[in-house]
């Protein structure tokens, strides 16, 4: 006989794991013991060794589908007198590798059990098993185990705590385990929290949303905002008090079935809307006068999502099968997640409130994806994924990158691993800065991380620097343009030094300007900034970025002169305040941003002149060259200052206002700008190749996200020969960058 210890890492705790090696230990016939520890999933097995070979290879073969096992340490021990394989309470140590499971949609099994009137959780809302529920945002502490989690302040009844000491149940140790006696509740109340009375809250829900109330739905990682998506007024009553005039809502449909009838889904977007991470997908609209049309005005798509917790599958599963479902916020407020907190900030968005008593712990967003170039790519990573970590090829010290202004996610690394944070969204407000610095908190206290270092963007104003700048812990400041190329080389796995094209709306640079038109060349030990598009002023800063017309009216200044060309666009538009400002260079800061080109050439075509969501200009911009971009493209000129590449302003409005004279129409004129920015790119890249010898490209920064402009350049510069390297696992956008800030600190820290 031979007894065996095994540490099994990974994602071991939540999903399954210890039934599963309690079952399969059983069935082998050994014995021996398992159970969680902060260092992972502990495991003594004794038996012959046949019996040892076959548990270490079914071990991996058989593997719960939530589970991930990273490693396995193993080592022989003394044989003991063990009759029997067991799970025993958890041991508590000083150091944790243990993951956290994301939280996952409801599995086919648990919905069977929703809709079966037999089933004694038959229309229960918080019905979840080992395979599916809520994980990341109900845990407090570790080791992850139903004393650290919301769901300690629900006794298990009888019959459930039978079904948790069942290995042969499909409960066996899940720790959200609970039914309609022993668990959480739901209850509807009107705006001022006054309980509305009613035997089945759900089907009154469903009564009010038919009405064309606005109600307020605690879910898994937070509240989202909800009306028939079929009810125009409702959308936009939704829209007025959420202070969301034109950017696209969210839908979530009853089933495959029904998005069908609303979007084209092709079959990665129908794997990743049936996956268990359940994420919005945003799918190419299909002609349909079901929903209501103002859900996304002036886009060629929808944000698509499937029922992911049992309640939302309550709500969809009679008189509707549309919904809007957005966070429920004002403007760029967290997600609300506690009911007295929604009660107070969201009583005058919505009618009615439909609450429950099961705590959310961390507040978790929606995480939203799109194809593109064959792959789903992370537009927002956040529930269903966070916080998943990051394999690297090499350990690493400890260090904590805090993100940027935007789209803000923090990074932590331990070992080999990288944990990013949920979307925390941008540092704009104190509930923002506060979420920022809890999610801080929390992800070092149940991964056990002390930094030894603090990675932060070069922008002295931005909240996550002032934060970093308050601690003692030594600090790094990092370019922004820098992290987002180190971002998309990690997740590749790339060492070697590379040519970064890096297109984005804003990134403080080291000359104290504004860049987001860029090629460098360099890795996680520096870089150098070889190419950019000329710096142009910003009538206005912050203001010019909300106002379109007004970047673009600069441009046109600083090509012409005093002697403007007449653009229709400006018609009737008082441009003299904006000039004299330019003249007398009054508030108007330096960018070579390519968000900011993209603006400019958007107003100047006839496009958005003012816009009320990010990006909304470029976006529908792209959107009016209907994804081709046709055979008229120019070759943007540079002049060489300094052995740097400029792009100059001339040749590209020049260009653009000679095809204005001539009538170009907005779809014309966008085709152009694609192609030749496709051509420009393609054309700069050869040369910076030629230079450095280097032949591995990334793509960054928020710009691609454009699809026209991403798909094309990607697929000349690999017809050109190019290994090009892009974002699959985190966004391309600012919600990337934490990820470049780690490797950038932990190399740092290396040299």
């Not at 080592?75 to 243990?98: G, K, L, Q, Y």
């Amino acid at each position: 006989m031979l007894r065996r210890r095994l540490t099994i890492n990974g994602i071991v705790q939540g999903v399954g794991f210890r039934p599963f090696i309690y079952s399969l230990a059983r069935d082998i016939g050994l014995v021996g013991s398992v159970y969680n520890t902060s260092d992972g999933v502990k495991v003594e097995v004794q038996g012959n060794l046949p019996q040892l070979e076959q548990f270490e290879s079914r071990l991996h073969s058989e593997a719960p589908p939530l589970s991930t096992i990273i490693s396995v340490e193993m080592e022989d021990i003394p044989t003991r007198d063990d009759s029997e394989f067991t799970i025993v309470s958890s041991h508590d140590n000083a150091s944790v590798s243990t993951l956290i499971s994301p939280d996952v949609a409801l599995c086919d099994d648990c919905k069977a059990e929703l809709f079966d009137n037999k089933d004694r959780r038959y229309r229960y809302p918080f019905i979840n098993c080992t395979n599916c529920g809520p994980r990341y945002t109900i845990i407090e502490d570790i080791p992850y185990d139903r004393p650290f989690t919301s769901m300690k302040h629900f006794p298990l009844c009888e019959t459930c705590h039978a079904e948790y000491q069942n290995p042969q149940d499909r409960r066996f140790h899940a720790q959200p385990n609970a039914c309609p006696a022993c668990g959480p509740q739901v209850w509807i109340t009107d705006h001022s929290g006054k309980k509305i009375e009613s035997t089945d809250p759900v089907s009154k829900t469903i009564e009010l949303l038919v009405e064309g109330k606005i109600l307020a739905i605690k879910g898994l990682g937070g509240f989202h905002l909800a009306v028939d998506a079929t009810n125009a007024d409702a959308v936009a009553r939704l829209r007025l008090t959420k202070g969301r005039d034109e950017k696209p809502l969210a839908l979530m449909v009853r089933d495959i079935d029904a998005a069908q009838q609303l979007v084209d889904i092709n079959p990665d977007e129908r794997a990743t809307l049936l996956s268990i991470q359940a994420p919005i997908v945003l799918c190419t609209s299909k002609e349909n006068t079901k929903t209501a049309q103002n859900i996304a005005p002036g886009n060629d798509r929808l944000g698509i999502m499937l029922p992911y917790t049992p309640l939302h599958h309550l709500l969809l599963s009679e008189k509707l099968d549309t919904l809007v479902m957005t966070s429920a916020n004002f403007s760029e407020e967290p997600i609300c997640i506690d009911n007295d907190e929604a009660l107070d900030r969201l009583s005058g968005l919505a009618d009615y409130f439909l609450l429950h008593n099961r705590d959310i712990y961390l507040r978790s967003d929606d995480s939203v994806v799109m194809e593109m170039s064959g792959e789903i790519r992370p537009l927002r990573r956040s529930r269903g994924f966070a916080p998943r970590p990051l394999f690297m090829q090499k350990k690493g010290q400890s260090v904590l990158a805090v993100g940027g202004e935007l789209k803000n996610v923090i990074g932590l690394s331990k070992d080999e691993k990288i944990f990013l944070s949920q979307h925390i969204g941008d540092l704009e407000n104190l509930e923002a800065f506060e979420f920022f610095q809890m999610t801080i908190d929390h992800i070092q206290q149940i991964f056990e991380i002390e930094p030894e270092l603090i990675i932060h963007d070069l922008h002295p104003e931005y909240l996550s620097t002032k934060w970093a700048k308050d601690h003692s812990i030594p600090l790094l400041g990092v370019q922004h343009h820098h992290a987002h190329l180190a971002s998309c080389m990690a997740e590749n796995n790339l060492d070697e030094p590379v040519i970064g094209i890096i297109m984005d709306g804003t990134g403080y640079g080291t000359d104290g300007t504004i860049w987001g038109g860029e090629f460098l060349i360099g890795d996680a030990s520096g870089f150098e900034r070889k190419t950019h598009f000329e710096p142009m002023p910003l009538p206005g800063g912050e203001a010019a970025i909300k106002s379109p017309w007004r970047i673009g009216l600069s441009y046109l200044h600083h090509v012409f002169g005093n002697n403007l060309p007449k653009i229709p666009a400006f018609k009737d538009r008082e441009i003299q305040p904006i000039l004299k400002m330019l003249e007398a260079n009054i508030n108007s800061p330096l960018t070579s941003s390519c968000g900011r080109l993209f603006d400019a050439v958007a107003a100047l075509s006839g496009g958005r002149q003012e816009i009320r969501y990010e990006a909304q200009a470029a976006i529908e911009f792209m959107q009016a060259a209907r994804n081709e971009l046709g055979t008229d493209s120019s070759l943007f000129e540079s002049s060489n200052i300094n052995g740097t590449n400029i792009i100059t302003m001339n040749s590209i409005i020049e260009n653009l206002v000679s095809r204005i004279r001539d009538g170009k129409d907005q779809v014309k004129l966008s085709q152009w700008f694609h192609s030749s920015l496709v051509n420009t790119f393609s054309h700069m890249t050869d040369i910076l190749r030629e230079e450095s010898g280097i032949d591995r490209v990334v793509l960054s920064g928020g710009v691609f996200q454009n699809r026209l402009l991403f798909e094309s350049l990607l697929e000349k510069l690999e017809t050109a020969g190019y290994k090009v390297y892009t974002h699959k696992q985190v966004p391309t956008n600012d919600g990337g960058i934490a990820l470049g800030q780690v490797i950038i600190g932990q190399n740092y820290l290396r040299k």
